[in-house]
């Protein structure tokens, strides 16, 4: 008995589409051919499967039982060949990520370093504010995001990466900068520069202030934290901000983070990913690298807010 499995294919897509002719367009083959094999293959297993009913084809009693078989088969050949291809684009290909303009330090590292041992991969990035990552989730634009708090009315897959702490800073000769245990009501009193509306940041700490029943003043706005850094350094007034954006200002000791009740406000990153959005080997392997990485660079933060 031979049996080809494009003779099982054109089987399998005549029962879906109960049709020869819609069956051919399905396979790209013209209907004489499709019907040829058909018939090739019934005589060569000695089974009538198919028979005319009005403009249907349906299966046979015979045709029924054999099918479930035949189903399977071409299931899994089609698994087989989707894995080989998976297999052969494993270590290539294009990543599309977005990450919150807050998690710039954090992703641009991350980057630099999956790109040290993963050449054949590129990954194209875009840092943008809250508002305009939950639009791009939206739109299934990005393979991969990171932000703070994942969009709740959104239909995501999402892991918590790493703690991200929102501490609240002066310039180092501020009257409150060597302050021990600053109360909340008196730093509530403060002015602050504050990031866009649009933030995640800026979202946090207002929604903070309000379970404090608190006001929270701002002076200034700003569309980037390193506009704020440099305002506060320049003792425009105080800033909350990620303490993942200040390293290097801290070690240089031009900025300050303030021993104040409350602080630092808890806050984690996220990667996130569209439910029903195609999971590539590349993304995967990106998505494992981050999640493992991100844990050494949240390890080298610890030590600024012991
Ligand atoms: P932001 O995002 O850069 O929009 O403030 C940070 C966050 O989502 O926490």
Redesign the pocket.
Known sequence: MQITIRQLQIFEAIVETHSYSHAAEYLHMTQPAVSMQMKQLERNIGLVLLERRGKRIELTDSGKRIHKYIHEFVKQYDDLLEGIQEEKEKGTGRIKVSA????NHLITQMIANFAKTHSNISVALEIT??RKLIDQLQKFEPDIVI???PPAKLDLEFDILIP?PLVMISHSSHSLANKKTIGFDEVSQYEFIA?EQG????M?IERFFKEQKAEFKSNLEMGSNEAIKHAVIAGLGLGIVSLHTIKLELEAKKLVILDAEHFPLE?YWYIIRRKGKHLLPAVKSFQDFVLKEAKVYAKDYERFVQ
Not at 199 to 202: I, K, L, P, V, Y
């Open positions: 919150a303009t807050t998690a504010n809250r932000m703070g708090e991200n990031r933030s995640g940041t800026r946090a806050r």
